[in-house]
């Protein structure tokens, strides 16, 4: 049996009751490993895409219930229009491509993002998609898209303040959960453990309240390179950590 055919199944050294269940990933390095290779950067973005689909299989095969992917982040409108908008057309295009599949898989599909902003035929794919996945009962995928969380917490303060000018609700009903209740990711259990690709050691503006007590664990490879062998090494990491919450172990 090859290494890559072994991975379908959950590697021997990892112990099944500490699987993660939520898993986000900041997908860097795209275009590094197409520099590196003297390609345009779109390159990388395509080659970007095979990782992100083989890493959802391999999360279910593992038994991790929900993944969640910075796709394009707020910050990332800044980068050359020509960029972009090969993005916004493989977003689009990957959507179409493959929802079938992901249909077959029982993947149920979410955006999280301010949506709104997008290009009118990618927002159309990405609402057919949430609606045909949305009793599929698999993993949950979850693609941050025009993501970005100091916009999603301000947003959710927006939301309460008129609720309580409204007065549908009193200064004292607003807690944690409430906040979270009005954030993209409302009724999505917090992440587990956030994997970086490429080296950088910084959120980026991903899922910054969701992350409070999330295990961070960065890798050098570029995200093309990413694989199962790659991500069995940082369930590994993740699996040695101590979860303390604030709190002492005996
Ligand atoms: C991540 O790869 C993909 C997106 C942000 C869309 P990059 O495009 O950031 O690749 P690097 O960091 O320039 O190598
Ligand atoms: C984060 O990567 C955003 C995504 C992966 C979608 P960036 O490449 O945009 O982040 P910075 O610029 O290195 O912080
Ligand atoms: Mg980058």
Redesign the pocket.
Known sequence: MSVQQSLIELPFDLDQQRIPAHVAVI???????AKNRGLP?IV??QK?VDALKDLLRCCDDWGVKVLTAY???TE?WGRPAHEVEF?MTLFERVLRRELEEMMAENVKIRFIGDLKALPESLQAEIAHSMEKTANNKGIQFNIATNYGSRQEILYACQAIASLVKEEKIQLNDINEELLENHLYTKGLISPDLLIRT?GEMRLSNFLLWQMAYGEIYVTQT??PDFNRQEFRQALLDYQKRDRRFGKLNQ
Do not use: E, Q, T
């Open positions: 997908m860097d390095g795209n275009g590094r490993w950067r990388g973005h970007g796709a394009f982040s990332n993005l490429s570029l995200w």
